[in-house]
């Protein structure tokens, strides 16, 4: 099967093709040609499988030119990591056609995303937050859209945003179409879907172990003081003698760990940077930007800003703490499991993260390798 087959017009097909991209992924095969027959649709599909194209390219279609000033389309995403990539992505396949586009979230200047919106707009992405802010002092109509897309919506409830999510829809018309993603299935998700959508068409293509069968796992026990002198060990000499680490992506539960662990590494010789919700909006970009030319070693972040990161090639990920959810420890591991590549997890437990690791692989239904954990120098760096 080729983007042919699916039903979309040419200009998109091209658009696709001249991004190397020939055979849809299975999100794709099996949410496009619903969504361009005007179905409800609730995915089951995880960050790295093709996702955003599956909602965006039958968008740009049905949307066809521009028209009017209020947009006719709605995407809602969790983080504005994620909505800055969401627009990153229509603006690629949408080379050929004449919408605009626009993103509005919060952590940065009101005005830009304001004068964009008064300039008109076909297709709106945003965070709940902002959006509606704008909205109710009458700078964003959402009377006329007919399309509506609610990413990562279990990261959405995760996050708090379940009656943001309801405050929203009631600003939306009734007629439209309802598109919904998301990891995982828990029972608030379904009750959220049975709320939004219509006879829903369903796809559930990545099941939650997928990613996890492409992804090497390995722990180490470490006492809680001691992490960050194994981590700069690992990082210097690699897991099991592969070498020395040159890139990772480092996730704390916490800001202020995520600040204290890269103010660390950096006092250890390892270039890095934390990324979290306190951050500005250019410092996120800038440290991602850093990370992706190389000129970082470490990415230090908590789960939420790790959302809605593209990161092609990341060669490890690091659980320096252990997460307080079981799925959230799959979206972790998922990033270094992109696309169909396959990915390598370090996890650094405490004799307090046990009982998170026990419920981590009850969920998994596999259980995580320890390894011996090796002979580390304990420095001074703060």
Known sequence: MNF??????PELVSA???HGYT???PI???AIPPVLAGRDLLAGAQTGTGKTAAFVLPLLQLLG???GRAPRALVLAPTRELAAQILESVRVYGVNKRLRARVIFG????QPQIDGLKTGCDLLIATPGRLLDLAERGFANLSEVRHFVLDEADRMLDMGFIHDIKRVIRRLPGKRQNLMFSATYTPDIRTLAARILVNPAQVEVTPPNSTVE?????AYRVAKDDKRHLLVHLFENGANGEGPWYQALVFTRTKHGANRLSQQLERAGIRSAAIHGNKSQAARTRALADFKAGKLAALVATEVASRGLDIRELPQVVNYELPNVPED???RIGRTARAGNDGHAVSLVSADEAPLLRDIEKTMRQSVPFAPTPDFARRRFG
Request: charged share 15%; proline share 3%; net charge negative.
């Open 4 to 9: 042919n087959d699916l039903g979309l017009e």
């Open 16 to 18: 696709v093709a001249a």
């Open 23 to 25: 055979t849809p992924t």
């Open 28 to 30: 794709q095969a099996g």
């Open 65 to 67: 030119a521009a028209e």
């Open 107 to 110: 952590g940065v200047g009101e």
């Open 214 to 218: 492409r992804v090497t796992q390995l």
């Open 329 to 331: 420890y799959v979206h």
